[in-house]
T-cell receptor, first 108, second 114 residues
């Protein structure tokens, strides 16, 4: 299957800071999604973004499919942004492969 | 609209027992997925259904695992007999269309096999 690498593995932020999370993948994709797993374990879909750029409030994402990477931007971070952010990709068979995640801790 | 509903939220049982996890997808969604999350292996797709039909079960770890979807609003994942290595969080997710729509996850079932 498609290999997914996320970086950095851990990120500690002060409230109000901006950050960028990266997702590299090993092959062409038809499906790319970003998820946030909150401290209670819930997985929330943030973006479906196989290509292009999308924004939702303080979060935005960009996928450059030809270069096989996607970026998730968090602006003006809040403590509620803490948790693990997963990138998941799907190729020709559309099955999603998840990265290991980036653990984000936002300190007040 | 209600999200994906899973039950139970927590299950603790002894090895050898049968375990049944339940999922109600979002109404109108065509696809249903079962995932497993462990510290060692992360999030793994076990099986998915399209219009109640199992499409790909290549992620099911072994014959002790089985999944059914008798109708559009209900699916089960069964483990028989259960083993301690099956301990994990099991998620169910659904989507409107394969590949072109986001997947929405339930809150998961935390399973502990003693």
């Amino acid at each position: 299957g498609i290999q997914v690498e996320q970086s950095p593995p851990d990120l500690i932020l002060q409230e109000g800071a901006n950050s960028t999370l990266r997702c590299n993948f090993s092959d062409s994709v038809n499906n790319l999604q970003w998820f946030h797993q909150n401290p209670w374990g819930q997985l929330i879909n943030l973006f479906y973004i196989p290509s292009g750029t999308k924004q939702n409030g303080r979060l935005s994402a960009t996928t450059v499919a030809t270069e096989r990477y996607s970026l998730l931007y968090i602006s003006s971070s809040q403590t509620t942004d803490s948790g693990v952010y997963f990138c998941a990709v799907g190729g020709g068979d559309y099955k999603l492969s998840f990265g290991a995640g980036t653990t984000v801790t936002v300190r007040a | 609209d209600a999200g994906v509903i899973q039950s139970p939220r927590h299950e603790v049982t002894e090895m050898g027992q049968e375990v049944t996890l339940r999922c109600k997808p979002i109404s109108g969604h065509d696809y249903l997925f079962w995932y497993r999350q462990t510290m060692m292996r992360g999030l793994e797709l076990l099986i998915y259904f399209n219009n109640n039909v199992p499409i790909d079960d290549s992620g099911m770890p072994e014959d002790r695992f089985s999944a059914k979807m008798p109708n559009a609003s209900f699916s089960t994942l069964k483990i028989q007999p259960s083993e301690p290595r099956d301990s994990a969080v099991y998620f169910c997710a659904s989507s409107l269309a394969w590949g072109g729509q986001p997947q929405h996850f339930g809150d998961g079932t935390r399973l502990s096999i003693l």
